[in-house]
């Protein structure tokens, strides 16, 4: 049994504020997997350094007070790995969900995919630069990054 999940990584300081809303899920055929849906809810303003997650797959977290460690650097949870569909890896796209109001720069030169996978209890992590031709933006809040343009370069 093959597991995934995505998350998304700042390469730059990314500023988020109360109310900043998150959400992230696999699709395949346009159609999403129920349990890849991901949710990141910040309730506190903070500022994600470059390398620190900003949203991922699988779970809800809110970023509050009493759950942002204040000794460490802001970051959202990791994300929860699902059971991989069994489909070609060529239509595997994701969904991003995120107020274009709080992104001011393009998402492929601010942040990067981490692609997680598990088989065999042997855990696999690859960074997926984003190309500008593979995201697909539909006003007014989402994004959808077609990984078969990616996965094939790796």
Known sequence: MSLIGFELIAKRAWTVLPGHTFS???LWNKKKIPSSIG???YHEPGLILPDKRIAATGRIHHLSESTINHYEPLQTAPCKLICQQEFPVKDLKIELLARKKGIMEPI???A???WWSKENNLIKKTELHLDPQSIES???DQYFMDL???LGKI
């Open 24 to 26: 992230m899920s696999i």
């Open 39 to 41: 949710r990141d809810i």
């Open 108 to 110: 492929h030169q601010t």
């Open 112 to 114: 990067v995919l981490l």
């Open 138 to 140: 539909n006003p007014p």
């Open 148 to 150: 078969s343009f990616l």
